[in-house]
């Protein structure tokens, strides 16, 4: 039997409802993002300054996603990186479900570093581009973390599959926890728990403290 075959950066969310269960909750505060009890190390809290003292003189929503990138977006992601699971940047993904197939490069993503490759993706990220090639980043997400939630599941066959995901706007944040069952039918659930949105230049701390229990989540059972 053929398979429809997309890329993250083409899939509509008319695709998606076609071969997926969608289900989206509405924005709240999730045991997930409940962060206030998490702590934050001396040294931690001082990069955290720092990164917010630099990222008050960019003028984020006139430079190019490179630059965003770079000095917006990766800083804390790294920051938030526990033993071996590590952020890696222009990841590929691939999966196949058995009425479609998702590809593409995904341009963050959390997972356990296994000889300079990425095994197990906990988060992903999509960085939000702008001008005439932007477009709505949320159903790129979607399928990323399908694609995510499938290779996971390839190794574990654990069902539902617990994935988040991330998608920025300039130096907003917006996180999603996402559970993707009945994998292996014809017809996949995706349920979707998504936040507020986050802005970096005054809530650093909180979006790194998100980022720091996502991560801790997963530690144990990457080592």
Known sequence: MM???FTFS????????????????????YEWTQIDSLPVTNTETQSLQELTARLR???????????????????LLV????DSIQVW??????????????????????????IGRVKSPYLVLVETKRGVEGQ??????????????HLNWEQDHRVP????????????????????SEIDTDLP?????????????????????ILKKIVSKHVKTAT
């Open 79 to 82: 920051l938030a990186e526990q």
């Open 189 to 209: 659930t995706l349920r979707i728990e998504p936040s507020r949105e986050y802005t970096e230049k005054t809530e650093a701390e909180t979006i790194f403290k």
């Open 136 to 149: 709505n980043p949320v159903v790129q997400l979607y399928a990323e973390l399908l694609a995510a939630a």
């Open 89 to 114: 940047s222009q990841v590929p993904l691939q999966a196949q479900y058995a009425k479609f197939e998702l590809e593409g490069i995904a341009d963050g993503v959390f997972g356990k570093m296994v």
């Open 57 to 75: 003189k960019t003028p984020t929503l006139l430079v190019n996603e490179a630059t965003l990138w770079a000095r917006v977006i990766y800083p």
């Open 161 to 180: 599959q617990e994935i988040f995901g991330c998608y920025t706007v300039a130096d907003i944040w917006t996180f999603v926890r996402a559970e993707v």
């Open 10 to 29: 083409n899939i509509t969310l008319a695709d998606l409802t076609r071969f997926v269960n969608l289900q989206e909750e509405s924005i709240q505060d």
């Open 3 to 5: 398979t429809t075959k």
